[in-house]
C-alpha cells in the first residue's frame, strides 16, 4: 500500500480481523508524524496538533469478539469561542471499543442509540487511525474559551431612549420596574 491508498497511514496501522491471535493479542503504537497531524487538525478543522499519541492493545473477548483498549495523548490548538485567539488544551483520554460478532443489523432508516456506546460490529479491519481520529474529535473541547475572555454586555438603544442592557432582559426585570411604578402611584392616590 503506498501513503496515498491509506490517507498517510502505513499498514501496521490497518489490522485484519483475520491476523488477530486470540491467545497473544496485540500491541499498538501510533505517534504520526507533523505532516500527518497537519492533516488531521485540518480534518477536525482545528488550528494545530503539535503531539499526538495513541497506544494501546487489542485482546480476545469470548471466541469470536474483540476489544480495543487504548490511551490517547493529545496537545491541541483551538480558536477560543470568544475572541478566535489560539486556546491549547492537553487531551488524556481512555479509548475501549468492543468489537462485537453477533449484533444484529437494523433496518433501512432505524435508528436505535445503544446503550453502550464502546460497542460496534465486527468489522473485517480495524483501522487504528480512523479510531485514533475519532475519539479524538471526540474529546475536543466543542466550545474552546481563554481563561480571562468574557462575552462583552450587549446594549441596544434608540436615540433619546434608556438602553436596554442584557440584565434587563432576565425574565424578572420587568417586575423591578412595575414595583418602582406602584409604590410611585400609590402615594399620588391618597
Known sequence: ??????????????????????KAGR???????????????????????????FEGRITAEGSHDWRLDAHLGATVAQECVVTLDPVTTRIDEDVT?????????????????PEDDTVEALPREIDLAAVMIEALSLAL?????????????????????APLRDADLKPFAGLEALRDKLSGDSGDDH
Do not use: C
Not at 97 to 113: F, H, K, N, P, W
Open 97 to 113: 471499543r468492543r468489537y462485537l460478532s453477533d449484533i444484529s443489523e437494523l433496518e433501512a432508516g432505524e435508528v436505535e442509540m
Open 27 to 53: 500491541d499498538f503504537l501510533i505517534e504520526p508524524d507533523a505532516q500527518w497531524r497537519a492533516r488531521i487538525a485540518e480534518e477536525l478543522s482545528i488550528l494545530s496538533l503539535r503531539k499526538l499519541r
Open 141 to 161: 473541547p466543542p466550545f474552546p474559551r481563554k481563561a480571562e475572555a468574557e462575552l462583552g454586555e450587549v446594549v441596544v438603544t434608540e436615540p433619546g431612549a
Open 1 to 22: 500500500m503506498t501513503p496515498d491508498q491509506t490517507g498517510g497511514r502505513s499498514p501496521s496501522q490497518i489490522i485484519r480481523v483475520a491476523d488477530l491471535n486470540a
